[in-house]
């Protein structure tokens, strides 16, 4: 997977839930819905092939994606 196929706002969440942010907490900063920040959860972890948000923050963090930005 490419880096460049996740979306600025994808990238935007990742980063506050690298810094340990909940969904909830990710919602009221972008001011987003709860269940907005959810769908791009989602949208992340099939684009990365994650198994669950866990994985899908390793992957990240392991091939870099958030280090160039």
Known sequence: M???SL???E?????WL?????NWE???ILKISERTVRFHINNI???LDA???????????LNGMLDSD
Do not use: D, I
């Not at 690298?18 to 909940?22: D, E, L, M």
């Not at 198994?51 to 963090?61: F, I, K, P």
């Open 26 to 28: 990710v919602s009221v």
């Open 45 to 47: 972890m099939k684009k």
């Open 11 to 15: 990238k935007e969440v990742l980063r």
């Open 2 to 4: 490419k880096p460049e």
């Open 18 to 22: 690298a810094q340990g942010k909940s």
């Open 7 to 9: 979306t600025e706002r």
């Open 51 to 61: 198994v669950n948000r866990t994985h899908a923050m390793a992957l990240v963090l």
